[in-house]
């Protein structure tokens, strides 16, 4: 059974640009949540995604960012104009929605804006 | 709200000595415990959780760690430390009232095995 996938596994953007971070949760997994890694930190939660809908994302930055879990398909973060903050490893992990539930992260997506 | 701290942002220990990595939560509610491990370049691995049954939790690779609710700690052990035992640890907190399991993690502990 394949772990979760991410892709790109290293991003650059030059500032400006937009980034698109790609998830593909463990086979039947329907829950998705993205947390974000800056520099000699630990981990943010930023957002909870089931299909279709978002539950919590109450660690999105207001402005310029922007996810989603569709029907069909990955889940994707979305990241408009970066900047260099924007620089971080991005990691996504996803679980079966139930009680109890443990998370199984992916390798991470590693952001580097120039 | 919830957070979690870690004491010590980076832990130095002999190959076959104890380690211990100290965590410490606050939380309005009982919550769900975890510890995770990062390899260098790689995603969050589960060392083992705690989600209020036996206080004292076995994981993998022969870590465990105790909830001890009256100190809020979860520190995490392994009696003998092996050279692959070099990583990143998080703690992590999440409760178990709220929609999804979103988790709060501590800064990290990076561990150095030395030979």
């Known amino acids: 059974n394949a772990g979760v996938m991410q892709n790109p596994r290293h991003l650059v953007r030059r500032r400006g640009q937009e980034a698109r971070l790609r998830c593909s949760p463990m086979?039947?997994?329907?829950?998705v949540y993205w947390y974000r890694q800056l520099p000699e930190e630990g981990l943010k939660f930023m957002v909870y995604?089931?299909?279709?809908?978002?539950?919590?994302e109450s660690g999105m930055p207001k402005e310029r960012f922007s996810a989603e879990f569709p029907k069909e398909g990955p889940s994707i973060l979305r990241i408009q104009q970066v900047v260099r903050g924007d620089s971080a490893a991005y990691f996504c992990a996803s679980s079966p929605g139930y009680i109890q539930e443990t998370q199984y992260f992916g390798p991470g997506t590693r952001l580097l804006v120039l | 709200a919830q957070s979690v701290t870690q004491l010590g942002s980076h832990v130095s220990v002999s190959e076959g000595a104890l380690v211990l990595l100290r965590c410490n939560y606050s939380s309005s509610v009982p919550p769900y415990l975890f510890w995770y491990v990062q390899y260098p370049n790689q995603g969050l691995q589960l060392l083992l959780k705690y989600t209020s049954a036996a206080t004292l939790v076995k994981g993998i690779n022969g870590f465990e760690a105790e909830f001890k609710k009256s100190e809020t700690s979860f520190h995490l052990t392994k009696p003998s430390a092996h050279m692959s035992d070099a990583a990143e640890y998080f703690c992590?907190?999440?409760?178990?009232?709220?929609?999804?399991?979103?988790?709060?993690f501590g800064g990290g502990t990076r561990v150095l095995v030395k030979p």
């Open positions: 086979k039947g997994h329907s829950h």
């Open positions: 992590a907190v999440s409760d178990p009232r709220a929609a999804g399991n979103k988790l709060t």
């Open positions: 995604l089931q299909k279709e809908n978002i539950i919590d």
